[in-house]
């Protein structure tokens, strides 16, 4: 394990990692740079395993431990770059799958109050970007430089394809067809919490006794309500409020449909065309995969703008 050099003193006024620099790498960068860094720290290294979606999982283990005594890491997928309570509870059942006790879950935008309390509960151990940044500088001078040489080289803020790990390209899109883009999520909240981040989904549903609050737009296929749920929302398809469901904030969508017993709250409009949001000129802007020669799942690719 390598230890802070007592006598390296970080610049406590302008270090040389922040988390800002951390949570604007690409996931790629970020999953290296985990990597090197366990291996600094006299941990053993599983192989990578990834999915389309910029998630990334491997296990660290002490010496000749086997695989279940080890930790189960796990990035957190591009379009949710701050955890929410759901993304902890799929690594929850996925150490419970593996029959693993620990793991470790890095999300460089934070965690909402869900997710914090789902890893308490778990004992789940939670790395941010600011975490990361900490952990950095405290090594010894000569490893923090390394570091941050190779995690800040080139194109290191723009995201690589899962596919075929070329740098994606940013583009402008307003197109439809949410519900039949089989790489979009299905997203369930099954808990109250607090969404900082732009959600983008083929369907959302959130569960009775929850209270969801989205902090920024929800473009989605399909909208399922039987909680409560406050912020905008941009939907293809319905959205459908189920008995004892309330939403307030702005909505735009197909249909609307509000069963006996549910209320809405705010503005509505129904949409004959492509789902505009009521800031309908406001760009969607989307990292994808322009390569001239993709491989099979390129283009499916599609990264929301951080």
């Known amino acids: 394990m390598i230890e802070a050099d007592p006598s390296t003193k970080v610049d406590e006024l302008h270090p040389r990692w922040t988390g800002e620099v951390i949570a604007g790498l690409d996931w790629m960068r970020i999953t290296q740079l985990t990597r090197a860094l366990s291996t600094s720290y006299g941990f053993k290294l599983g192989k990578t395993t990834l999915s389309a979606d910029g998630q990334t999982d491997f296990v660290i283990t002490r010496g000749d431990a086997p695989v279940e005594d080890g930790t189960l890491v796990r990035l957190t997928r591009w379009n949710q770059w701050m955890a929410a309570g759901e993304c902890l509870m799929q690594l929850t059942a996925e150490l419970e799958h593996r029959q693993m006790q620990h793991g470790m879950f890095i999300s460089p935008g934070g965690f909402t109050p869900a997710a914090r309390l789902i890893a308490e509960k778990s004992g789940i151990e939670l790395l941010d970007s600011e975490m990361m940044a900490l952990r950095l500088n405290e090594l010894p001078a000569q490893h923090r430089d390394y570091f941050f040489n190779l995690a800040t080289a080139g194109e290191?803020?723009?995201?690589?394809?899962?596919?075929?790990?070329?740098?994606?390209?940013?583009?402008?899109?307003?197109?439809?067809?949410?519900?039949?883009?089989?790489?979009?999520?299905?997203?369930?909240?099954?808990?109250s919490d607090i969404i900082g981040v732009p959600i983008r989904a083929r369907r959302v549903e959130v569960l009775p006794y929850c209270e969801v609050q989205f902090l920024q737009e929800v473009r989605t296929g399909e909208l399922i309500v039987h909680g409560r749920v406050t912020g905008d929302f941009v939907c293809e398809g319905s959205v459908v409020l189920h008995p004892g469901a309330l939403l307030k904030g702005s909505v735009a969508a197909k249909s609307v449909i509000v069963r006996p017993g549910a209320d809405m709250l705010?503005?509505?409009?129904?949409?004959?065309?492509?789902?505009?949001?009521?800031?309908?000129?406001?760009?969607?802007?989307l990292w994808r995969c322009e390569t001239p020669n993709p491989m099979p799942g390129c283009e499916l690719v599609e990264f929301l703008k951080h």
């Open 156 to 191: 290191a803020t723009s995201p690589s394809c899962p596919i075929c790990l070329r740098t994606l390209k940013l583009v402008d899109d307003r197109s439809t067809g949410l519900m039949n883009r089989p790489h979009l999520p299905e997203i369930r909240y099954a808990g």
């Open 266 to 285: 705010g503005e509505t409009r129904i949409l004959n065309g492509k789902p505009e949001s009521f800031g309908k000129s406001r760009p969607v802007w």
